[in-house]
Protein backbone atom coordinates (compact mmCIF):
# COMPACT_ATOMS: atom_id res chain seq x y z
CA UNK A 1 0.00 0.00 0.00
CA UNK A 2 1.32 3.58 -0.68
CA UNK A 3 2.96 5.44 1.77
CA UNK A 4 0.25 8.16 3.20
CA UNK A 5 1.03 11.72 2.20
CA UNK A 6 -0.06 15.10 3.21
CA UNK A 7 -3.41 16.19 1.53
CA UNK A 8 -2.34 19.21 -0.80
CA UNK A 9 -5.94 20.13 -1.68
CA UNK A 10 -6.36 22.94 0.54
CA UNK A 11 -7.22 26.57 0.80
CA UNK A 12 -8.13 28.37 -3.18
CA UNK A 13 -5.21 26.67 -4.47
CA UNK A 14 -3.07 27.85 -7.55
CA UNK A 15 -5.19 30.55 -9.39
CA UNK A 16 -6.30 30.21 -12.69
CA UNK A 17 -3.97 33.76 -13.65
CA UNK A 18 -1.18 32.21 -12.53
CA UNK A 19 -2.08 28.84 -14.92
CA UNK A 20 -2.62 30.99 -17.93
CA UNK A 21 0.16 32.94 -17.33
CA UNK A 22 2.44 29.60 -16.95
CA UNK A 23 5.58 29.34 -19.45
CA UNK A 24 4.86 25.71 -19.23
CA UNK A 25 1.49 25.96 -20.52
CA UNK A 26 2.05 28.54 -23.31
CA UNK A 27 5.40 26.37 -24.77
CA UNK A 28 3.48 22.75 -24.49
CA UNK A 29 3.00 21.01 -27.92
CA UNK A 30 -0.52 20.14 -28.63
CA UNK A 31 -1.57 16.51 -29.69
CA UNK A 32 -3.98 15.24 -32.56
CA UNK A 33 -6.85 13.11 -31.31
CA UNK A 34 -6.03 10.93 -34.06
CA UNK A 35 -2.99 10.56 -32.86
CA UNK A 36 -4.05 9.68 -29.36
CA UNK A 37 -5.78 7.21 -30.14
CA UNK A 38 -5.32 5.97 -33.73
CA UNK A 39 -8.26 4.67 -36.16
CA UNK A 40 -9.52 1.13 -34.33
CA UNK A 41 -8.21 1.83 -30.85
CA UNK A 42 -10.43 1.95 -28.43
CA UNK A 43 -10.47 4.37 -25.65
CA UNK A 44 -10.72 3.46 -22.01
CA UNK A 45 -12.04 6.19 -19.46
CA UNK A 46 -11.31 4.63 -15.68
CA UNK A 47 -12.84 7.31 -13.45
CA UNK A 48 -11.81 7.67 -9.36
CA UNK A 49 -15.17 8.92 -8.73
CA UNK A 50 -18.57 9.95 -10.81
CA UNK A 51 -17.76 13.38 -12.62
CA UNK A 52 -13.57 12.88 -13.00
CA UNK A 53 -14.25 11.50 -16.74
CA UNK A 54 -15.99 15.02 -17.55
CA UNK A 55 -13.33 17.48 -15.09
CA UNK A 56 -10.50 15.81 -16.62
CA UNK A 57 -11.43 14.77 -20.24
CA UNK A 58 -15.15 16.05 -21.40
CA UNK A 59 -13.25 17.94 -23.82
CA UNK A 60 -11.53 14.67 -25.45
CA UNK A 61 -14.79 12.62 -24.78
CA UNK A 62 -16.74 15.02 -27.40
CA UNK A 63 -13.39 14.92 -29.54
CA UNK A 64 -13.19 10.63 -29.32
CA UNK A 65 -17.13 10.67 -30.38
CA UNK A 66 -17.08 13.09 -33.08
CA UNK A 67 -14.40 10.82 -34.80
CA UNK A 68 -16.49 7.61 -33.56
CA UNK A 69 -13.98 5.96 -31.22
CA UNK A 70 -15.32 2.99 -29.48
CA UNK A 71 -15.49 4.12 -25.86
CA UNK A 72 -15.58 2.01 -22.45
CA UNK A 73 -15.81 3.78 -18.54
CA UNK A 74 -15.08 2.46 -15.89
CA UNK A 75 -16.63 4.25 -12.57
CA UNK A 76 -14.23 2.60 -9.90
CA UNK A 77 -16.64 4.48 -7.00
CA UNK A 78 -19.74 5.42 -6.44
CA UNK A 79 -18.71 8.76 -5.07
CA UNK A 80 -20.82 8.32 -1.70
CA UNK A 81 -18.15 10.18 0.27
CA UNK A 82 -18.11 13.73 -1.17
CA UNK A 83 -20.04 15.00 1.91
CA UNK A 84 -19.03 13.34 4.76
CA UNK A 85 -21.36 13.99 8.08
CA UNK A 86 -24.18 15.70 5.84
CA UNK A 87 -27.65 14.67 6.38
CA UNK A 88 -28.68 16.24 3.49
CA UNK A 89 -26.34 14.43 1.04
CA UNK A 90 -26.17 11.16 3.37
CA UNK A 91 -24.18 8.41 1.35
CA UNK A 92 -27.19 6.39 0.58
CA UNK A 93 -28.62 9.33 -1.37
CA UNK A 94 -24.93 9.91 -3.00
CA UNK A 95 -24.90 6.44 -4.59
CA UNK A 96 -27.67 7.03 -6.42
CA UNK A 97 -27.20 10.55 -7.13
CA UNK A 98 -23.95 10.99 -8.26
CA UNK A 99 -24.18 8.25 -11.02
CA UNK A 100 -27.13 9.47 -12.36
CA UNK A 101 -25.10 13.39 -12.38
CA UNK A 102 -22.46 11.42 -15.07
CA UNK A 103 -24.84 10.09 -17.38
CA UNK A 104 -26.87 13.47 -17.72
CA UNK A 105 -23.00 14.94 -17.94
CA UNK A 106 -22.51 12.71 -20.68
CA UNK A 107 -25.32 13.68 -22.26
CA UNK A 108 -24.70 17.13 -21.89
CA UNK A 109 -21.65 16.92 -23.64
CA UNK A 110 -23.62 15.35 -26.68
CA UNK A 111 -22.35 11.52 -25.99
CA UNK A 112 -24.21 8.42 -27.13
CA UNK A 113 -24.70 7.03 -24.30
CA UNK A 114 -26.28 3.73 -26.06
CA UNK A 115 -22.75 3.63 -27.92
CA UNK A 116 -20.83 3.72 -24.52
CA UNK A 117 -20.08 0.51 -22.56
CA UNK A 118 -20.24 1.61 -18.36
CA UNK A 119 -18.84 -0.20 -16.10
CA UNK A 120 -19.02 0.81 -12.28
CA UNK A 121 -16.59 -1.28 -9.89
CA UNK A 122 -18.31 -0.48 -6.85
CA UNK A 123 -14.68 0.29 -4.92
CA UNK A 124 -15.30 2.38 -1.75
CA UNK A 125 -14.89 5.91 -2.09
CA UNK A 126 -11.33 7.54 -0.29
CA UNK A 127 -10.57 3.78 0.48
CA UNK A 128 -9.25 2.91 -3.05
CA UNK A 129 -5.65 2.66 -2.09
CA UNK A 130 -6.13 -0.15 0.32
CA UNK A 131 -7.66 -2.33 -2.48
CA UNK A 132 -5.47 -1.54 -5.19
CA UNK A 133 -4.29 -5.18 -6.42
CA UNK A 134 -8.21 -5.60 -6.54
CA UNK A 135 -8.50 -2.66 -8.84
CA UNK A 136 -5.60 -3.97 -10.61
CA UNK A 137 -7.24 -6.67 -11.46
CA UNK A 138 -10.96 -5.59 -12.67
CA UNK A 139 -9.03 -2.61 -14.98
CA UNK A 140 -6.63 -5.70 -16.63
CA UNK A 141 -9.94 -7.74 -16.86
CA UNK A 142 -11.60 -5.44 -19.15
CA UNK A 143 -8.73 -4.34 -21.07
CA UNK A 144 -7.69 -5.59 -24.86
CA UNK A 145 -4.53 -5.20 -26.31
CA UNK A 146 -4.22 -2.15 -28.33
CA UNK A 147 -6.59 0.22 -26.01
CA UNK A 148 -5.55 3.51 -24.69
CA UNK A 149 -6.29 3.76 -21.25
CA UNK A 150 -6.61 7.38 -19.57
CA UNK A 151 -6.90 7.08 -15.98
CA UNK A 152 -6.06 10.56 -13.49
CA UNK A 153 -2.47 11.35 -13.18
CA UNK A 154 -0.61 8.89 -10.65
CA UNK A 155 0.59 12.10 -8.74
CA UNK A 156 -2.85 13.83 -8.28
CA UNK A 157 -2.86 14.62 -5.06
CA UNK A 158 -6.10 12.46 -4.13
CA UNK A 159 -5.73 9.77 -2.64
CA UNK A 160 -8.20 7.84 -4.60
CA UNK A 161 -6.91 9.38 -7.93
CA UNK A 162 -3.37 8.11 -7.10
CA UNK A 163 -4.14 4.84 -6.25
CA UNK A 164 -6.83 4.63 -10.02
CA UNK A 165 -3.13 6.11 -11.52
CA UNK A 166 -0.74 3.20 -10.15
CA UNK A 167 -3.90 0.37 -10.56
CA UNK A 168 -4.47 1.76 -14.35
CA UNK A 169 -0.68 1.82 -15.04
CA UNK A 170 0.19 -1.80 -14.28
CA UNK A 171 -3.32 -2.76 -15.68
CA UNK A 172 -2.02 -1.41 -19.17
CA UNK A 173 1.32 -2.59 -19.56
CA UNK A 174 0.30 -6.39 -18.29
CA UNK A 175 -3.02 -6.19 -21.16
CA UNK A 176 -0.47 -4.77 -23.76
CA UNK A 177 -2.94 -1.45 -23.86
CA UNK A 178 -0.68 2.03 -23.74
CA UNK A 179 -1.51 4.59 -21.12
CA UNK A 180 -2.48 8.55 -20.84
CA UNK A 181 -2.98 10.12 -17.38
CA UNK A 182 -4.90 13.18 -16.89
CA UNK A 183 -4.50 15.51 -13.70
CA UNK A 184 -7.18 16.97 -12.37
CA UNK A 185 -6.43 18.41 -9.01
CA UNK A 186 -3.01 19.03 -10.23
CA UNK A 187 -4.33 21.70 -11.36
CA UNK A 188 -5.32 22.92 -7.73
CA UNK A 189 -1.70 22.85 -5.86
CA UNK A 190 1.22 22.64 -8.57
CA UNK A 191 3.56 25.53 -9.17
CA UNK A 192 2.76 26.32 -12.93
CA UNK A 193 6.51 27.09 -13.34
CA UNK A 194 7.78 24.32 -10.71
CA UNK A 195 9.13 20.84 -11.60
CA UNK A 196 6.59 18.86 -10.23
CA UNK A 197 4.86 18.29 -13.21
CA UNK A 198 6.31 15.87 -15.88
CA UNK A 199 6.16 18.78 -18.35
CA UNK A 200 8.54 16.88 -21.27
CA UNK A 201 5.58 14.23 -21.09
CA UNK A 202 2.62 16.54 -21.57
CA UNK A 203 0.78 17.66 -24.21
CA UNK A 204 -2.46 19.59 -25.51
CA UNK A 205 -5.81 18.47 -26.72
CA UNK A 206 -7.35 21.92 -28.06
CA UNK A 207 -10.99 22.64 -27.29
CA UNK A 208 -13.23 24.91 -29.25
CA UNK A 209 -15.41 27.41 -27.62
CA UNK A 210 -18.20 25.00 -28.22
CA UNK A 211 -16.79 21.98 -26.64
CA UNK A 212 -15.57 24.02 -23.26
CA UNK A 213 -18.99 25.64 -23.26
CA UNK A 214 -20.43 22.27 -23.76
CA UNK A 215 -18.07 20.80 -21.02
CA UNK A 216 -19.22 23.82 -18.51
CA UNK A 217 -22.67 23.24 -18.94
CA UNK A 218 -22.01 19.18 -18.16
CA UNK A 219 -20.16 20.25 -14.95
CA UNK A 220 -23.12 21.63 -14.28
CA UNK A 221 -25.15 18.35 -14.19
CA UNK A 222 -23.29 17.46 -10.80
CA UNK A 223 -25.56 19.11 -8.24
CA UNK A 224 -24.27 17.45 -5.64
CA UNK A 225 -20.92 18.85 -5.84
CA UNK A 226 -21.44 22.37 -6.40
CA UNK A 227 -23.60 22.05 -3.31
CA UNK A 228 -22.04 21.97 -0.02
CA UNK A 229 -23.60 21.39 3.53
CA UNK A 230 -23.54 24.76 5.36
CA UNK A 231 -25.23 22.97 8.33
CA UNK A 232 -22.14 21.69 9.16
CA UNK A 233 -19.36 24.33 7.58
CA UNK A 234 -19.11 22.02 4.34
CA UNK A 235 -17.78 23.85 1.48
CA UNK A 236 -19.09 22.76 -2.28
CA UNK A 237 -16.87 19.96 -3.53
CA UNK A 238 -16.48 22.59 -6.63
CA UNK A 239 -16.38 25.65 -6.10
CA UNK A 240 -16.42 28.22 -8.78
CA UNK A 241 -12.65 29.28 -8.81
CA UNK A 242 -11.94 25.30 -9.16
CA UNK A 243 -14.17 24.84 -12.16
CA UNK A 244 -12.78 27.77 -14.40
CA UNK A 245 -9.88 26.13 -13.75
CA UNK A 246 -10.90 23.18 -15.54
CA UNK A 247 -12.01 25.15 -18.45
CA UNK A 248 -9.21 26.24 -20.01
CA UNK A 249 -9.71 25.85 -24.18
CA UNK A 250 -7.54 22.50 -23.77
CA UNK A 251 -7.26 19.73 -21.32
CA UNK A 252 -3.90 18.10 -21.12
CA UNK A 253 -2.20 14.52 -21.17
CA UNK A 254 0.84 13.16 -20.02
CA UNK A 255 1.76 10.44 -22.56
Given at each position: ?????????????????????????Q??????????????A??????????????????????????????????V?????????S?????????????????????????????????????????????????????Q????????????????????H???????????????????????????????EG???????A???????AQ???K???????????????????????????????L????????
Amino acid sequence: MATVKANPIVGRGTSLRAWQASSQLQAMAAVDIRTLVPQGARAVIVAPHPDDEILGCGGLLQLLAAQGRELLLISVTDGCASHPGSRRWPVQRLSQVRPQESAEGLRRLGLPLQRITWLRAGFEDSRVARDEAALTQFIQGCLRAGDVLFSTWCEDGHCDHEAVGRASALAARAAGASLKELPIWTWHWADPEGRQLPWERARKVLLSPAQVARKRHAIHAFASQLEGDPQIGLAPVLAPHIIERLLQPFEVVFL
